[in-house]
């Protein structure tokens, strides 16, 4: 066949390829995805990280707690006239510059690390403190690291929510510090379900932690969240969230700056005593 013969058929075929990509690229997203789009949901509120994406996220992250529970001992002094394991109610507030970095491995499968850069935080004793412990004491510096795995075992379907577990460890980088990081090695296991609806979409989670300072596994962290798209560029967040008898409601506002960037505002108020009274965070979550 001559040359001059072939070019009309190679002109249809890349015509009816293109068409055919043109058409699944504009295909929209099932209903039960509106809010979140595809991926594997991290730890973040509200966020899903796709197949070979990258996640930074440096944020800032302010707390402050009328009732922070602390026991003397763990800053090396005695209780004179205590009995037993009660301990006491002070004033705690903490500064601290984060760094959150996450690659998704598959549609399945994500790594996250999370690096507590600079932290600083200021505890002043209870009044029915009698320890020799200051009144004021105060701690900075590097906090701490963490890393998590975590794998969406069943996607979504119109019928079935998702499923996905996640595997935590905390190192501890504290040797002598108590405000700040961990002491010992930290790990937790858990498990979620998504669910997408007209009205929004829910994210449950709970887990199981084992403590190495202390040697105890006990009730991790627990959270029911919910995510609604307003538009193309506003997504909001709202969360119940716990570990034991510490429980938070958290809002968070996320504004798509542009393609790849988006701003993250989110604070935090405690439910029970022990609880951060006042928690707000603020970052700006890149994508590549």
């Known amino acids: 066949m001559r040359r001059s013969s072939i070019i009309p058929y190679l002109l249809s075929l890349a015509i009816v390829l293109l068409a055919t990509h043109a058409a699944s690229a504009e295909e929209p997203l099932p209903d039960y995805l509106q809010d979140r789009g595809p991926g594997v949901p991290t730890s973040l509120f509200g966020t899903y990280i796709e197949s070979g994406q990258w996640m930074v996220y440096p944020f800032y992250e302010y707390s402050s707690n009328s009732d922070e529970e602390y026991d003397p001992r763990e800053f ?5 006239g205590v009995v037993g394991e009660e301990e006491f109610f002070g004033e705690g ?4 510059a984060v760094l959150f970095i996450g690659y998704g491995f598959s549609d399945k499968l994500a790594i996250e690390f999370e690096a507590e850069l600079y932290a600083s935080a200021i505890l002043d004793k209870s ?3 009698a320890s020799p412990l200051p009144a ?7 906090a701490g690291a ?3 795995l975590r794998w969406l075992w069943r996607g979504e379907t119109p019928e079935r929510p998702a499923l996905y577990s996640f595997f935590e460890v905390e190192f501890p980088f504290q040797d002598t510090k108590a405000l700040i990081g961990a002491t010992d090695v930290e790990f937790a296991v858990g498990a979620g379900f998504i669910r997408g609806f007209d009205w929004g979409t829910l994210n449950g989670r709970v887990s199981i932690a084992y403590d190495g300072a202390e040697s105890k596994v006990e009730l991790g962290e627990y959270a029911l969240e919910y995510l609604k798209r307003v538009n193309d560029r506003w997504r909001l967040v709202a969360t119940l969230e716990g570990e034991e008898d ?3 409601i958290i809002g968070e506002a996320q504004l798509t700056l542009r393609p790849g960037a988006m701003l993250k505002l989110n604070s935090g108020f405690g439910v029970t005593k022990k609880a951060a009274n006042f928690a707000p965070e603020i970052g700006i979550l890149f994508t590549f």
């Not at 090396?76 to 004179?80: T, V």
């Not at 507030?93 to 601290?96: P, S, V």
Request: hydrophobic fraction near 25%; aromatic fraction near 8%; glycine fraction near 8%.
């Open 76 to 80: 090396g002094f005695p209780r004179p």
């Open 93 to 96: 507030t903490q500064h601290e």
């Open 127 to 129: 009044a029915l403190d």
């Open 136 to 142: 004021r004491t105060k701690e900075s510096g590097f």
């Open 146 to 148: 963490e890393a998590q």
């Open 246 to 248: 510490e429980v938070s």
